[in-house]
């Protein structure tokens, strides 16, 4: 089992940037695929990005791709996402989930974790 704890999440305006961590404890990140997903009010949680478990391929939703880097560090048990460029319409509250497997799915119910969640608002 692993416990995970975002952080990073803030008030930005519109273009500028924010960089989330994901600190996982318990059984080691590296032995889970990781991945972000975000849920805005009314909407439906949707992937963002993802990485493998040893990092060496990421995916990311077409309205991020270009703009947001997912990264891990498995010696620090953390996994990354860079956020540049931000838009209002990335308003929402991020959350990390890890995945017991090798490689890292796009719906929110192929992961077997989930931290808590920390709140993202861009500003126009």
């Known amino acids: 089992q692993v416990q995970l704890v975002e952080s990073g999440g803030g008030v930005v305006q519109a273009g500028n940037s924010l960089r989330l961590s994901c600190a996982a404890s318990?059984?080691?990140?590296?032995?889970?695929?990781m991945g972000w997903f975000r849920q805005a009010p009314g909407k439906e949680r949707e992937f963002v990005a993802a990485i493998t478990r040893a990092g060496g391929s990421t995916y990311y939703a077409d309205s991020v791709k270009g703009r947001f880097t997912i990264s891990r560090d498995n010696a620090k048990n953390t996994v990354y996402l860079q956020m540049n460029s931000l838009k209002p319409e990335d308003t929402a509250v991020y959350y990390c989930?890890?995945?017991?497997?090798?490689?890292?799915?796009?719906?929110?119910?192929?992961?077997?974790?989930w931290g808590q969640g920390t709140q993202v608002t861009v500003s126009s």
């Open positions: 989930a890890a995945r017991q497997w090798i490689v890292p799915g796009f719906n929110h119910d192929e992961y077997d974790y």
């Open positions: 318990g059984r080691t990140a590296s032995t889970y695929a």
